[in-house]
């Protein structure tokens, strides 16, 4: 039942969005025949720097991500849009950031708002910028996978820092197209480790947990009760 709940929403780098896809929930032939291949880059572009800002921001309740940088998505990469003074780096992951084998890979409607505190801002967050860099270069997908794979062997990424986190309790969010934006919820970053032995995936558990492909870490997702807005999420 834990991996039904969790169905595609981590990043094999990240996010919300490769923790629901890394826990194994198949979508069939027929997601696949979906999202064949990238779609033109304008689709994955918000409409404007400050709708994508606000976007961002929503990932976290004010006092947090009120102060917190904020990165929109250019032409080469992610670029600073708003300067922070708390450490913390919101931004809105695209399909991208996924398991290199989920279908949704290229969805184009995917938006993931992420509010990193500083520790995964230093050691989590750039896997999936150096993700999207290789991605707008045109590189195709098994090159980007090969190339992810050689950073994470020569240490280019490695680990994440002690205390890494981050917030996903968007309301606005559209993780995958089965899911939506599931529920608000906490991501919780550690060196690759045994996910159950913290109770995660576990019949009746809260705590879900994906591994990292290739990037080494362990992702726990830990639902919360309310969304960046203060409305009640909805448990399902």
């Known amino acids: 039942m834990a991996n039904r709940m969790i169905g595609t929403i981590v990043s094999g780098v990240v996010c919300g969005v490769a923790l629901l896809g890394a826990a194994g929930v198949g979508w069939g032939q027929g997601a696949k025949a979906l999202y064949p291949a990238m779609a033109p880059i304008e689709q994955y572009r918000v409409a404007s720097v400050a709708e994508e800002v606000a976007l961002a921001r929503s990932a976290a309740n004010v006092a947090v991500s009120g102060d917190a940088e ?18 913390f780096v919101c931004l809105v992951e695209r399909s991208w950031a996924t398991t290199f084998d989920d279908p949704q890979f290229w969805n184009p409607k995917l938006r993931a708002p992420h509010c990193f505190n500083a520790a995964a801002a ?115």
């Open 122 to 236: 230093r050691s989590v967050m750039p896997a999936y910028l150096k993700r999207t860099e290789l991605v707008l270069s045109g590189m195709p997908k098994d090159q980007v996978e090969a190339r992810m794979k050689e950073a994470v062997a020569t240490k280019v990424i490695g680990a994440p820092e002690q205390g890494a986190m981050c917030y996903m309790m968007s309301k606005q969010g559209n993780l995958n197209d089965h899911d939506g934006h599931w529920r608000p919820h906490l991501m919780f970053f550690l060196p690759t480790t045994d996910a159950a032995s913290w109770g995660a995936n576990l019949d009746g558990s809260q705590v879900f947990a994906a591994q990292g492909n290739p990037e080494p870490v362990t992702i726990f997702m830990v639902p919360v009760t309310a969304w960046s807005d203060g409305t009640v999420g909805e448990m399902k």
């Open 70 to 87: 904020v990165m929109v998505l250019g032409s080469h990469g992610y670029e600073t849009a708003a300067k922070g003074k708390n450490g």
